[in-house]
């Protein structure tokens, strides 16, 4: 195990950040004439923001770059037999969906068997410590016959449940070139540096690791990609990501280590929450594709794929930022003491992350609509509508994710079909 095993030195995270870095870039262009024989490419669809036929199997070669890492960098850790395993058998059910297309039923299955290899090997959260309450455990709560699984206690099964989740979190936001891809190294290094101040070496060695596989990658998957890492490198992304969150800061008593893995991943997280809340209130089944992801709102109102990058990559690091923040700055003694400086500013750093989230989530597309759709309109012949009759339509594009285009001839809004 990371805990009980011997502690790696410190120089391996390094290491094996540049190591599964180095074997990812080399083996991406094999992944692209591989996928090429066995037909797993991705065809422009009318979601898809790319348009020319895209090989997407560049996650064989983050898998490989990153178990050789962790063979190499975490070999005397029992852990990491059952991590590898888990992460073989979650990149093979990403294998089998881009070449196949595997019903959603079938694939959720692969992806619980695959979280599975680690979960019920000690990669499960039995006890956190919750601000003002203390520590909780888990493990004192067993469920008789759960259904599949049988006697399983209610940390394993939250676990697995969360790794599975995490998996198809990642997945969701893989809808721009390089966006998966930056968001996991951004975390995934984040990660590392919280999980070495907390004493876990091994899990910020497979944090380290993770990042420099998505990294290797990116060199291929930036816009324009010429590989796509497909559900194979986002599963296998979402499930390293999950395993080194509980490995690397739930599993300790630090008090603020509930949330420091939420505000690393919050960027997909809030993403694919909004998605999910969308289809869930006009009814759509939550496994079925749409264009409510951000990246895909971005793109409607006009900007380019490395812009919607940029803005998106600085949410993450702003994130990020606050995540770090939380565990350096001396804001507490962990006994209810606040020391008042270093408090603001943390408070600081509240602020800002909560300015920017508001700025990207809900003004900058209102902004952005309204001033494309009122150009549109003085553009047009006919009658122009009034401010008040302009934000409504704004409002309404917004809400149902249906966007419009202004006829040139008639100067009146026509109905694009990307929502109910």
């Known amino acids: 195990m990371f805990v009980n095993g011997p502690r790696p030195p410190d120089i391996y995270t390094l290491l094996a950040f540049v190591v599964a870095g180095v074997v990812a870039w080399l083996l991406v262009p094999l992944t692209e004439r591989l996928a090429h024989r066995i037909g797993a490419i991705d065809y422009p669809r009318e979601r898809s923001l790319h348009s020319v036929p895209t090989p997407k199997l560049g996650g064989v070669a983050m898998l490989a770059g990153a178990v050789l890492a962790i063979l190499l960098f975490l070999p005397t850790a029992e852990l990491s037999w059952w991590i590898i395993a888990g992460a073989v058998a979650t990149a093979a059910v990403g294998v089998a969906d881009d070449v196949f297309e595997l019903p959603p039923g079938l694939k959720l299955l692969g992806q619980f068997v695959a979280a599975s290899f680690a979960v019920f090997n000690h990669v499960a959260v039995v006890h956190f410590t919750f601000p003002f309450l203390g520590a909780v455990d888990l493990h004192q709560i067993l469920i008789h016959h759960a259904p599949i699984l049988g006697n399983v206690h209610l940390g394993e099964l939250l676990t697995l449940i969360g790794l599975v989740g995490m998996m198809n979190v990642i997945n969701l936001i893989d809808g721009v070139d390089g966006l998966a891809a930056g968001v996991c190294v951004i975390s995934a290094v984040t990660l590392a540096i ?136 001396p804001y507490s003694d962990d006994h209810g003491n606040f020391n008042l400086g270093w408090t603001a500013v943390l408070v600081v750093f509240g602020i800002a992350v909560i300015a920017a989230s508001v700025y990207l989530v809900y003004v900058l597309e209102i902004l952005k609509l309204r001033r494309a759709r009122t150009r549109q309109y003085a553009e047009a012949p006919g009658e122009t509508p009034s401010d008040a009759e302009i934000d409504a339509g704004v409002s309404r594009e917004l809400e149902t994710g249906s966007f419009a285009i202004v006829n040139p001839e008639t100067g009146e809004f026509e109905a694009l079909d990307d929502g109910p």
């Open 194 to 329: 919280i999980a070495l101040s907390l004493d876990r070496t091994g899990a910020a060695v497979l944090a380290a690791l993770t990042g420099g596989a998505a990294l290797g990658f990116l060199r291929h998957g930036f816009p324009p990609a010429s590989s796509f890492m497909g559900d194979t490198g986002s599963n296998l992304l979402g499930y390293l990501l999950g395993v080194i969150a509980i490995e690397g800061a739930l599993k300790t008593n630090a008090v603020v280590a509930l949330f420091l893995p939420l505000l690393v991943l919050a960027v997909p997280i809030l993403d694919t929450g909004f998605v999910v809340a969308k289809r869930i209130k006009y009814r759509r089944p939550i496994y079925e594709a749409d264009r409510w992801h951000f990246h895909h709102r971005m793109a409607n109102i006009g900007f380019s794929q490395r812009r919607t990058l940029a803005y998106l990559y600085g949410w993450a690091t702003i994130m990020a930022a606050l995540a770090l923040a939380l565990r350096f700055v």
